[in-house]
Nanobody, 127 residues
Framework: QVQLVESGGGLVQAGGSLRLSCIAS??????????MGWFRQAPGKERECVAR????????SHADSVKGRFTITRDNAKNTVYLQMNSLKPEDSAVYFC??????????????????WGQGTQVTVSS
């Protein structure tokens, strides 16, 4: 069993920044063995992956809509994955979730390839 707890969401003005954190825990869980992803879901819209990162932290990819503004990183010593969000826009408003990749999954942004999810943290960007 794996637990994921996000933090760092909130209300920010357009053009501002936030950093989301997600701490992972589990008795037999080796954090560095798994891809991690950040997803978001706005009201009435499907959940989408905004970024994912491999277990080592050396390979990451970002959705086109956030490229150049958001950066995913991880600290394996702290079992934590981060999402730095800069130049925020009102359309970035959503509930943001972190998720753990399934065993053997590499470089996927598909929801089906992630097996554990956090409870989500709300990000609201005002215009």
């Amino acid at each position: 069993q794996v637990q994921l707890v996000e933090s760092g969401g909130g209300l920010v003005q357009a053009g501002g920044s936030l950093r989301l954190s997600c701490i992972a825990s589990g008795r037999t869980f080796t954090f560095s063995n798994y891809d991690m992803g950040w997803f978001r879901q706005a009201p009435g819209k499907e959940r989408e992956c905004v970024a994912r990162i491999d277990g080592s932290g050396r390979s990451a990819s970002h959705a086109d809509s956030v490229k150049g503004r958001f950066t995913i990183t991880r600290d394996n010593a702290k079992n934590t994955v981060y999402l730095q969000m800069n130049s925020l826009k009102p359309e970035d408003s959503a509930v943001y979730f972190c998720a753990k990749g399934r065993p053997g999954v590499v470089a996927s942004r598909a929801i089906r390839d992630y097996d554990y999810w956090g409870q989500g943290t709300q990000v609201t960007v005002s215009s």
